[in-house]
């Protein structure tokens, strides 16, 4: 990680009283995007709108909320099911001069990003079933691309761009981060709101929490549920590492303290190594880490998988590599919600 984004985050966290010089450039940010909505909203910018509904699924901060395990979940549902459904994604990462293009199960992160790769392939893993997806910075290209080669889909999930107002959505899904909160509830770069809390006003706001917190029956909340460690690779025959081990925490996520979190909450002795989010690993940067077992998230074993396969020389290396899975479990309001979902846009 940068280490000026590094100290950035880490003054969010701690609510930093330096962040006040930052002030006069959030107060800029804010004017600034305020008037870009503005545009959308009075036809002066055009929207483009989808042949069929878009329910967009984003949040108002930045760093990891729980929206990629949230659609994951949401996905298996809907294709358990089979549901016509289809996801588009801005895919982040990967290879922007062949986009728009469809992502496949045996796509790679340096193609379409790291969180479209998760997320097809999780979905695959666990129903069989391809979910049609496409990515690409111009949503109306992704889109029309999607139904081109998926015509029945009768509903559009686009994972994030809930700032993108270029797209028409007829419906929105706002991801809070409950433990995490709104820090400040400063605007970029004073805090780590992307839009002020007012935004979730009219939106379908679902709560990530901890399994133990209190809410009302009706409240749509999400959990995330860490699963046993998995090897890297498949034909590992190591011993995972034990409750009380010493571990490297390897992280390339948004909010990798909740990754670190959870690993000591599991009784490791955690050995934090944060990088920036959607971080391209190099083998240098795994090379640094000694002897002890290295434990990632989901979301980066897309890409240090892919470099495994690059450099079998290192299978050493590798083979002390483990993930740690976690599961999006839903309340019985967020079900229902699935549900009415369903039965609005006969998906």
Not at 15 to 35: D, F, H, Q, T, V
Not at 74 to 94: E, H, N, P, T
Request: contains cysteine; negative net charge; glycine residues 6%.
């Amino acid at each position: 990680m940068k280490k000026a984004e590094l100290a950035l985050t880490q003054a969010w966290q701690n609510e930093s009283k330096a962040l006040m010089a930052l002030a006069p450039l959030s107060a800029a940010y804010g004017a600034i995007s305020r008037a870009r909505k503005a545009l959308y909203q009075s036809g002066v910018i055009s929207t483009y709108q989808a042949p069929v509904p878009v329910l967009i699924i984003g949040n108002i901060t930045v760093g990891g909320s729980g929206k990629t395990p949230l659609i994951i979940a949401l996905l298996k549902i809907l294709m358990q099911q089979d549901a016509q459904v289809g996801v588009i994604s801005r895919g982040y990462g990967g290879d922007a001069s062949s986009m728009p293009r469809l992502v496949l199960p045996d796509s790679t992160p340096d193609q379409v990003g790291d969180e479209p790769c998760l997320i097809v392939q999780s979905v695959y893993a666990s129903t069989g079933k391809q979910v049609p997806m496409a990515v690409g910075a111009d949503r109306k290209a992704a889109i029309e691309l999607l139904l081109h080669h998926h015509p029945k889909i009768r509903l559009i999930i686009s994972d994030d761009g809930l700032q993108h107002y270029a797209l028409h959505r007829d419906l929105e899904w706002i991801v809070v981060d409950a433990a995490r909160g709104f820090g400040n509830q400063k605007l970029l770069p004073q805090g780590f709101l992307r839009e002020p809390i007012s935004r979730l006003e009219g939106a379908t706001v679902i709560y990530h929490d901890k399994a133990e917190a209190a809410y009302s029956d009706d409240a749509l909340v999400m959990t995330l549920q860490p699963s046993a460690l998995e090897p890297l690779m498949s034909d590992c025959h190591q011993m995972p590492p034990q409750s009380g081990s010493r571990v490297y925490a390897v992280s390339g996520i948004g909010h990798p303290q909740r990754f670190f979190d959870t690993l000591g909450s599991l009784g490791f002795e955690v050995l934090p190594q944060p990088f920036g989010d959607h971080h391209e690993f190099k083998l240098a940067d795994l090379m640094a880490f000694d002897e002890l077992p290295i434990i990632i998230t989901a979301k980066d074993a897309v890409k240090i998988r892919s470099l495994a396969v690059q450099h079998p020389e290192y299978s050493a290396l590798f083979e002390r590599i483990w993930v740690l899975p976690v599961e999006a479990r839903f309340s019985e309001a967020l079900l229902a919600a699935i549900e009415a979902l369903k039965l609005r846009y006969q998906i």
